[in-house]
């Protein structure tokens, strides 16, 4: 299935709830002025920080998607609705929590990273303080592009059982030091919670990843899918908040029961409805909104087909969601780009989908050759994309003409006079319409399209046919 991974940012305000012993403690933003839910991030004694001038940072949306933020010399301002941790874009991925209206200075502190702190509230201070003494004490709490020695794939069982040992008291580690940190540098209820559940969280995630990676040791001693059920029942142990810690964690779990594998990427229509069925039955409540609205969100910034049956389900269950109305708009769109107005029409008088099309061909090399009628050099360039065709015709890649005329009489003719091969020959029905001409601003031809043999995009604005620099872009990618 054809489709792109980018970021968007798509920003929902949600209320969590988590639960400690027989009360329950709002997790919100009511306590902030959300008037302009705007963020400040100044650097200072610039002079002192030479080096660190330009910061890098990422967090994630509401949706879990990644973004990225850098913080030069002049600062940084961006919106931000509601509590959201940030990380250092370097090898150590301090985690800094951030809350909507605030001003966060930066400054140098010595040579293990930089400090974030609140002038003038010392309570917020020592809470983005907590992470980066955590890092410093115990080792990195997230490990977006590393393994733990603790994680890794061992010999024996004796091994896998102390390596989960060691992640369990590292768990106990750091909370410890979190208790000895209040005591010493107070924070506040609300943060301490969080911290409590993101140790949790950590652990758990490093627990799931020892598990993938000793998956055959374990499958041999039938205990691989007996440990992810144990872990599917004590996940529910932990509560939810909306953070990375969260959703990294169910996630991943998620994603070993349903494809096994730690991918959480939704690619397909399959992998799609696999992991909705899971999620609807396997959690409830804010962690099924949470999380159903991630995969609704990816799977539309993939442009992978969601069911409409599937859409209408997810509409009937957050109905009273108000806060989704940005994800639906988006979900909308989904469905109009696989209803008619993305038709073509081949030269047997069928009717098909253009993405149908592109998805006939997966496994294929795909150059997607965009043309009319009445464009002089598009008209030109056809006999150049025909002889690259032949050049190909032992390879596993396909040429497919897609004519965007208004009329059905000039495509045809057009067509026979270029001897173009009805096979690979389609119009485009109303492409003034057509989501597909939008999504990927086809508004000026000729336009030439590789789609990879996984159905990714190579290149969305491909060099012309009669340009050598096609051919090396195809030869590189067959």
């Not at 409540?285 to 209408?312: C, D, E, H």
Request: proline share 3%; with cysteine.
């Amino acid at each position: 299935m054809l489709y792109l991974l980018n970021f968007l940012v798509l920003i929902t305000q949600l209320t969590f709830q988590s639960k400690s012993g027989d009360n329950e403690n709002l997790i919100t933003t009511t306590h902030i002025d959300t008037a302009l839910n705007s963020v400040i991030f100044q650097i200072d004694d610039i002079a002192k920080v030479n080096s660190k001038i330009n910061l890098n940072f990422y967090y994630h949306d509401a949706y879990a998607y990644g973004n990225p933020i850098l913080i030069t010399s002049k600062g940084a301002t961006l919106t931000l609705k509601e509590p959201t941790f940030f990380f250092m874009a370097d090898d150590k991925q301090t985690p800094f929590l951030i809350y909507p209206n605030e001003k966060i200075n930066i400054k140098y502190a010595g040579t293990d990273s930089v400090k974030l702190y609140v002038a003038g509230n010392l309570s917020r201070s020592n809470e983005l303080n907590f992470y980066r003494k955590l890092v410093q004490e115990t080792g990195n709490v997230y490990q977006a592009f590393m393994v733990m020695p603790y994680q890794k794939k061992v010999a024996t069982l004796n091994n896998f059982y102390q390596s989960q040992i060691k992640i369990n008291d590292l768990k106990k580690e750091r909370l410890e030091f979190l208790k000895k940190y209040n005591n010493r540098t107070p924070v506040s209820k609300s943060f301490n919670l969080i911290a409590i559940n993101s140790i949790q969280c950590i652990a758990f995630q490093d627990s799931l990843i020892l598990l993938n990676n000793n998956k055959t040791l374990l499958t041999q001693h039938n205990l691989y899918v007996k440990s992810l059920n144990a872990k599917l029942n004590s996940i529910k142990k932990i509560d939810f908040l909306p953070f990375q810690f969260n959703y990294n964690m169910y996630s991943t779990l998620f994603s070993l029961l349903t494809v096994n594998s730690l991918s959480t990427v939704i690619n397909d229509e399959n992998t799609f409805v696999k992991k909705f069925n899971f999620i609807e039955k396997n959690s409830s409540g804010k962690t099924r909104i949470f999380l159903l609205s991630n995969i609704m969100n990816m799977a539309t910034q993939s442009i992978v087909k969601i069911p409409a049956n599937y859409v209408n389900k997810f509409k009937m269950l957050y109905a009273s969601e108000n806060n989704l109305n940005l994800l639906l708009n988006k979900i909308e769109d989904n469905l109009k780009f696989y209803k008619t107005d993305n038709t073509i029409q081949a030269n047997s008088n069928d009717i098909q989908n253009l993405n149908f099309i592109i998805s006939k061909y997966e496994g294929k090399i795909i150059l997607l050759d965009f043309w009319a009628s009445w464009c002089v050099p598009c008209r030109v360039e056809l006999p150049y994309s025909k002889n690259l065709s032949k050049s190909y015709q032992e390879k596993d890649i396909v040429f497919i003409y897609i004519s965007t005329d208004k009329k059905k009489e000039n495509w045809i003719n057009a067509s026979n006079d270029e001897q173009l091969e009805k096979n690979n020959s389609y119009l485009l029905l109303d492409p003034d319409n057509s989501p597909f001409i939008k999504k990927y601003n086809l508004f000026s031809i000729p336009r030439y399209m590789l789609i990879g043999r996984d159905g990714k995009i190579l290149n969305d604005n491909a060099p012309r046919p009669s340009d050598i620099k096609l051919k090396s872009l195809i030869d590189m990618n067959l």
